[in-house]
């Protein structure tokens, strides 16, 4: 196992996190242009899948109380240390659980978009992206006061499919290495959809609407697909953090890091902008990470408490991305249909051909 400094490994794991989700919203705002300020729901959706459903699946398999009969939730510390004896002897089930409910979470997040997608055809601007809010507020709500669902105001634990590799530092390391590789693979499919006839389209839709659907785009088909994928893959790093963490209390998932944190990552990087994206979460995390670190020294230094210094970052973040570069650090450029050596090729055949038919004349 690669041993990497803690310090380095908190950095790659926010990383990662936040690409996904970031990410996500980027296909959303970025390229189809929809005011979405609820991406709370698909992450929570995502957390809650991970926190009910794999421990209760196991209980159930291993003859331990799982149904609402037992109150799973009131007897959960137990039965997951259970859980979490087996796991750590089993590897392909540990891994088998991981992917199974990193899956699920994408299928019931991309479910929750799915039905996120009936306001977004009849709701415009602000109205959109404050239904959208209010959604996911009415999530958290729910889970916070049912109790069998996730525990409500006590919470429950959550299995640990990464408990095979051993505890403490291999298991961070492993848990933060395997959603690096997550956040590259969200990355990269988002490229390949930037540069797909379907990213194009959604640039269409949110440049001149009206012109897409003239030219035969099904725009109700698109806004849908489009909720659809933002929502899976927002759901799959709520999963990712659930397990991460090993514990689940819906009201520890607010807004302000799910949703404003990661609009602010976009900006700064460039709204449309995968690479600018990318950058945004990176100097965003590292800036963090510096101030958590050096806590006790800033506290020296500035008149204030330090930990309110990263909210304070972020608001003067947004106000002077807004006013100095609003399209961001790395603004969106267009997207070629061909690889530009082919085009030059085309471009070259075309030009030979030309002459051939100017000589023949």
Known sequence: ??????????????????????????????????????????????????????????????????????????????????????????????????????????????????????????????????TLLAFGDLLMTIAWNYDPLVGGTTGIWVVDPFRFVGAGGARFTFATLFMLLVAATVYAYAELLARSPFGRTLKAVRDAEVAASVYGKDVVRVRTQTLMVGGAMAAVAGAL????????????????????????????GGIGSNLGVLL?????????????????????VIPIDPEWLEYIMIGLIIVAVVLFRPQGIIPERPVLALPRSRIEAVREKLGEEGERGAGSD
Do not use: D
């Not at 137990?78 to 991981?98: T, Y």
């Not at 953090?241 to 799910?258: D, E, H, V």
């Open 1 to 130: 196992m690669i041993e990497l400094p803690p310090v380095v490994l908190q950095v790659i794991l926010n990383f990662s996190i936040g690409l996904i989700v970031t990410v996500s919203l980027n296909i959303e705002v970025g390229f189809l242009g929809l005011p979405q300020f609820g991406r709370l729901l698909a992450v929570l959706t995502g957390a809650l899948v991970a926190a009910a459903v794999p421990g209760r699946i196991l209980a159930a398999y291993l003859g331990l109380p799982w149904g609402a009969e037992y109150a799973y939730h009131l007897y959960n510390f137990g039965i997951v240390a259970k859980i979490n004896e087996v796991l750590l002897q089993a590897p392909a089930l540990s891994l088998g659980v991981l992917l199974f409910t990193l899956v699920l979470a994408a299928l019931v997040g991309g479910l929750v978009g799915y039905l996120c997608a009936y306001p977004a055809l009849r709701l415009r601007e602000a109205y959109l992206g404050i």
């Open 280 to 300: 945004g979460v990176f100097l965003y995390t590292v800036t963090r990470t510096a101030i958590i670190i050096y806590k006790g020294a800033l506290s020296a």
């Open 241 to 268: 953090w659930a397990f991460f963490t090993g514990s689940m209390k819906a009201a520890t998932y607010t807004r302000l890091t799910w949703t404003f944190w990661p609009w602010a990552f976009m900006m700064l």
